[in-house]
């Protein structure tokens, strides 16, 4: 059973930095990709970033320069580095996972949540300016 846990949300000031982690169990140690996630109320959720178990990565046009997304397989944790926070990236942020069963890696034209099987319980992420 894949179990994905959220931490490091919490309340910061505009131009501020905040990292997310997403401690995961249950997942193969090849063939899978993780994401992050946000979304707001009234809004659906949008890709922020992507890695594959190849540590291939992208990054949503949104937050390219300012997130970055990284994994530590010896803790079985995903991470999101946010720098230079801004108030428009106030949100709840989702951990999510899936299998690769094709073996072909994550990279797409948008980070889609339909892609995504497991998710993590959010983290609310705050920014004031």
């Known amino acids: 059973q894949v179990r994905l846990v959220e931490s490091g949300g919490g309340s910061v000031q505009s131009g501020g930095s905040l990292r997310l982690s997403c401690v995961h169990s249950g997942l193969p140690y090849k063939g899978y990709y993780m994401a992050w996630f946000r979304q707001t109320s009234g809004k659906g959720r949008e890709g922020v970033a992507s890695i594959d178990s190849d540590g291939d990565t992208q990054v949503a046009d949104a937050v390219k320069g300012r997130f970055g997304i990284s994994q530590d397989n010896a803790k079985n944790t995903l991470y999101l580095q946010m720098n230079s926070l801004k108030s428009e990236d106030t949100a709840i942020y989702y951990c999510?996972?899936?299998?690769?069963?094709?073996?072909?890696?994550?990279?797409?034209?948008?980070?889609?949540?339909?892609?995504?099987?497991?998710w993590g319980q959010g983290t609310q992420v705050t920014v004031s300016s």
């Open positions: 999510a996972a899936a299998l690769d069963r094709a073996g072909r890696g994550y990279i797409r034209r948008q980070i889609d949540h339909h892609d995504f099987t497991f």
